[in-house]
């Protein structure tokens, strides 16, 4: 055997334990004194062993008794990284929630849809206080003229209407768009006018001709985007893009003529394109779960 070799493995030649490995790389076995470029620390005698020697067992540790009777460790499931944990598969993540989605059945757009859904809160759901709205606008109205429809008295006027009735329309759409608030960077062509309540308290009687307040959104948006320009023309708090309760949102509903002389309270999904609205139609911001 060289002289060489047996710097490395010969016991005997073991060089000082303060000026381990040459030139600074690597460490030599405390047990064989091979030099070891990745060496091991024995957490129990805390000396340097290399690959061969890494075990209590292997290099015969002196306190090995603390090894054996240490408690059994049993690996958490939890604490167990993959790769699947490292890179989770977002497609069958968004496939899982779009099946739960469909699962639970298509969102009411209606006021009739929801009378008897389970799980509304009292006060926090937005199709009660709608309806609740409507029904103390509506006792209201009979109170001064019993022979109008709720259609008229929300912003529906017919068109068909002959002499005043259809000048007043014409001077009513002049006086929405002479005086509407909205982006000011969207082009005349792309204009939708309409008339717009916020619903602050459903258990107010209001007047809505004099509270109704003019505004135009772009009829190339979608409705979420149109209904933030609307709360912040008018400076009504949104908190729409920023929160997580339900509760705290603010729903667009308009009340479409459907041959009855009620008409049909309805939500406007924010998904859908604002040219859904026509100019002259009145809308009504009623913050709530949907």
């Not at 949102?249 to 009340?255: A, E, Y």
């Not at 009855?260 to 002259?280: D, F, Q, R, Y």
Request: hydrophobic share 30%; glycine share 6%; with cysteine.
């Amino acid at each position: 055997m060289s002289s060489v070799t047996n710097l490395f493995i010969d016991k005997s030649q073991q060089p000082n334990q303060d000026d381990q490995g040459i030139m600074n790389l690597g460490r030599n076995c405390q047990y064989c004194n091979q030099l070891d470029f990745l060496p091991f620390v024995c957490e129990y005698c805390k000396k340097t062993y290399c690959q061969n020697h890494r075990t209590v067992e292997q290099h015969e540790c002196v306190n090995k008794e603390k090894f054996f009777n240490q408690h059994p460790r049993t690996p958490s499931p939890n604490s167990t990284i993959s790769s699947k944990s490292l890179f989770p598969d977002r497609d069958a993540d968004r496939r899982k929630m779009e099946a739960k989605l469909n699962a639970s059945g298509v969102r009411p757009t209606t006021i009739k849809e929801t009378q008897f859904r389970v799980g509304d809160v009292a006060g926090t759901n937005a199709f009660k206080k709608f309806q609740k709205f409507l029904s103390i606008q509506r006792k209201s109205n009979k109170k001064t003229d019993g022979s109008m429809s709720i259609t008229k008295l929300f912003g529906k006027s017919s068109l068909k209407s002959s002499g005043s009735g259809a000048s007043s329309k014409f001077v009513d759409i002049a006086n929405l768009k002479k005086n509407a608030k909205g982006d000011a960077k969207i082009k005349l062509e792309d204009k939708i006018f309409v008339w717009c309540v916020y619903v602050k308290n459903p258990d107010e009687e209001i007047n809505i001709e004099k509270d109704k307040k003019p505004i135009f959104v772009n009829k190339n948006w979608v409705i979420g985007r149109s209904l933030d320009s609307i709360a912040d023309a008018l400076h009504i708090k949104n908190n729409n893009n920023v929160t997580s309760d339900s509760s705290e949102k603010l729903n667009i509903f308009k009340i479409e003529e459907n041959g009855s002389a009620e008409g049909e309270p309805k939500l406007i999904a924010t998904s859908l394109k604002s040219n859904v609205l026509k100019t002259g139609d009145t809308i009504y911001l009623v913050r709530g779960t949907i």
